[in-house]
């Protein structure tokens, strides 16, 4: 009897240990990286300066610039969106070049009315076309703020704010606090203002130096886990030696159901196509965003294709595709990481900057399009594609077609990593061995099925 017990006992408790292997199997292969940290720009990030430039009876005259040290990801159109919290009961007199999209609660003041009262103010940038007495330098993008690596020179956008009730020197004046940052939408986490020696400015022709009366840096980084839960774009593979397209992961960016909303997807053969892309609204609308029907749902897709073989050579083509019906993309950008891009020969109509994140380490590059002929991504259609190639010098000591080392790493697009095809489905060579016609996921998972069945049957 106790002999059976025991021998139950045991059965149980090794069914149930292979039960949790079993189902951490399982869960295991669904886990996403969060993209918290961006190992391709690890320092990354968008800071602002706020330079106290004069004191006033009750404040001071400060410009605020926001530089974006990121090498690839910007901020497109609708812009950024800044907002903090003042420490006392500060307002803004006037603003030069921006303006808060609310005024709040001015009711006690009379005569000379405040440009905001909120506690909490959201500042944004002014619109191309500002008058001249509106702007300063740098200001007036529609808040659009380019890459570092991209635009240097448009990679910066500042403005001038008159603030009151507040501290009329550097003992009495308190940093604001909670900052926030939308690059339009959410993503970005800031810190701490921090006080910082005060900047100094040289004059046009070199001869005289001034500086601040007060400056503080805020610091600003990216999450595209805090921007979205699901992806943006997806990779596409194929090659010359093998006639298998690997397309880009089922629901990738999204899976269609019955439950979906309506307008979620598009099929392209739907009648009428453009005006149910475009339909009337009122003026100022502003329409969700349609994609094409897929079985990935990714609004871009980048499809890597290697293309040629030579003796010292090889090549590869590059198509980026939008699936977006109602959005383009302007300046647009693609990352690629593959060992072979340390030694690159020619690139075609696109621009290329390798990138460094790493010292010793050359496998990286940035791509983009050549202004005014291709850097313009329209929305999805015949002209929804831009495409160039690439020729690689072969290193003989590393080249191979084999295990799909052809194929990038990694890539992203804007900014946002997208997402790649498991490796064991790329194109093989077809006399390079042996194929696995299964995922390595379930052959790992056979052998346990086996074993607890083998329990079970016991």
């Known amino acids: 009897m106790e002999s059976s017990v025991s021998r139950s006992t045991s059965v149980v408790s090794k069914m149930s240990f292979l039960a949790v292997l079993v189902v951490f199997l399982i869960s295991s292969s669904y886990i996403t990286s969060t993209e918290a940290y961006d190992a391709l720009d690890p320092e990354g990030n968008i800071t602002m300066k706020w330079d106290v430039m004069s004191w006033t009876p009750d404040g001071y005259v400060a410009v605020v610039t926001m530089f974006n040290f990121q090498k690839y990801r910007h901020i497109p159109s609708p812009g950024w969106t800044l907002g903090w919290k003042w420490a006392k009961k500060e307002v803004i007199w006037s603003m030069v070049g921006a303006q808060t999209t609310e005024q709040g609660d001015c009711s006690k003041y009379k005569g000379n009315i405040p ?33 570092w690596v991209q635009d240097p020179g448009n990679a910066a956008s500042s403005f001038q704010i008159s603030v009151g009730a507040a501290g009329t020197t550097n003992k009495t004046v308190r940093v604001p606090r909670n900052f926030t940052l939308m690059g339009p939408g959410p993503g970005y986490t800031c810190g701490p203002a921090k006080v910082v020696r005060p900047t100094k400015f040289v004059t046009t022709d070199t001869r005289r130096t001034t500086q601040a009366m007060m400056t503080w840096n805020i610091t600003c980084t990216y999450s595209q886990f805090l921007a979205q839960r699901t992806p943006t774009c997806c990779v596409s593979l194929s090659s010359f030696y093998n006639e298998t397209i690997v397309g880009c992961p089922t629901c ?35 329409l969700p965003p349609l994609v094409q029907c897929t079985r990935h749902l990714c609004p871009i897709r980048v499809h890597w294709h290697v293309k040629q073989n030579y003796k010292e050579y090889w090549r590869v083509k590059i ?9 383009n993309y302007s300046q647009w950008n693609m990352v690629a990481q593959h060992p072979n891009f340390d030694n690159i020969t020619q690139i075609f109509s696109f621009n ?40 690689f010098r072969k290193d003989q000591a590393t080249f191979s077609f084999e295990k799909g080392w052809a194929f990038p790493r990694r890539i992203y697009f804007n900014g946002d990593n997208c997402v790649m095809p498991p490796p064991d489905t790329y194109p093989f060579l077809p006399n390079g061995g042996f194929r696995p016609e299964v995922s390595v996921f379930a052959s790992v ?12 049957s016991a």
């Open 115 to 147: 440009h905001c009262c909120k506690k909490d103010p959201t500042v944004v940038d002014l619109l191309p076309g500002t008058p001249y007495n509106q702007q300063i330098a740098n200001c007036c993008k529609g808040g659009v703020l380019n890459s």
């Open 252 to 286: 990738a960016c999204g899976c269609q159901n019955n439950k979906t909303e309506s307008g979620a997807c598009l099929d392209p053969d739907t009648p009428h196509l453009a005006s149910v892309v475009s339909p009337p609204t009122k003026k100022g609308t502003i």
């Open 319 to 327: 198509t980026i595709t939008n699936f977006n019906y109602r959005l």
């Open 352 to 391: 290329y900057k390798s990138l460094t994140p790493y010292a010793g380490l050359n496998d990286t590059a940035m791509l983009w399009g050549v202004k005014f002929y291709n850097d313009f991504l329209s929305e999805a259609g015949p002209l929804g594609n831009v495409q160039s190639e690439i020729l």
């Open 445 to 456: 998972l056979l052998p346990v099925l086996l074993v607890f069945f083998f329990f079970f």
